[in-house]
């Protein structure tokens, strides 16, 4: 049983530019939720996809957008790159189809997108 | 808004000695889950112990143990017989409920780096 994939593990990119991250969830799930870590930082939450729209969002602007397709996985895109945009960018899964069951409410993670801006 | 604090940035235990790891956090919710995660130098987060506010009950994995104190929204990680593969940062997170997906957003706490010393 696969995991939560991403990729790339790691991404150097320019100031201005843009960039894409990818994120496939863990077979059977449904839900996709991307966080940025800044180093010694704890995840704050970007946003989150199911039936491949927006749900919920966090404190980003809106140079951080997202993608789900039809096949759950996910993309987060990234516009017009600031230094401050240097992180990891976690993907964690969930299914919304679990129900209230608290043995279902684990998010489980991806490693990670290592990115640096220069 | 939910915040978690998790004031102590690193500790270090001897290998085979018991640690706790402190956790304090804020919210208006009377149902949510508590976690404490764990992400070693792989990056990949790992959940560690799990509680459902409604349970009066500290929950337990093997040597891992929560001591879960509502009234003081407290939620300390006992670690027992500590190993050397227990070196990783350890988080703190939040989750509100009903879990319907749309709920599933975890909101962590700042980490604390543990080292196992052998």
């Known amino acids: 049983d696969a995991g939560v994939t991403q990729s790339p593990t790691h991404l150097i990119k320019t100031r201005g530019q843009q960039v894409t991250l990818r994120c496939s969830p863990k077979s059977g799930h449904d839900t996709v939720s991307w966080y940025q870590q800044a180093l010694g930082q704890g995840p704050q939450f970007i946003f989150q996809y199911y039936e491949e729209e927006e749900r919920q969002r966090g404190n980003f602007p809106d140079r951080f957008s997202g993608h789900q397709f039809p096949n759950y996985s996910s993309e987060l895109n990234v516009n017009a790159l600031l230094l401050g945009d240097s992180a990891l960018y976690l993907c964690a899964s969930t299914s919304r189809l679990s129900g209230q069951n608290p043995l279902n409410t684990e998010a489980f993670f991806g490693q990670g997108t290592r990115l640096t801006v220069v | 808004a939910q915040t978690v604090t998790q004031s102590q940035p690193e500790m270090s235990v001897q290998e085979a000695e018991t640690v706790t790891l402190s956790c304090t956090y804020d919210?208006?919710?009377?149902?949510?889950?508590l976690f404490w995660y764990k992400q070693p130098p792989s990056r990949q987060m790992i959940l560690v112990i799990r509680q459902e506010a409604y349970k009066q009950q500290n929950a337990t994995e093997n040597r891992f143990s929560v001591n879960f104190q509502k009234a003081a929204k407290s939620f300390s990680l006992k670690i027992s017989d500590s190993q050397l593969g227990d070196t990783a940062m350890y988080f703190c997170a939040f989750m509100k409920l009903p879990y319907t997906g749309a709920n599933s957003k975890l909101t962590f706490g700042k980490g604390i780096t543990l080292s196992v010393r052998p």
């Open positions: 919210t208006s919710e009377n149902n949510y889950y």
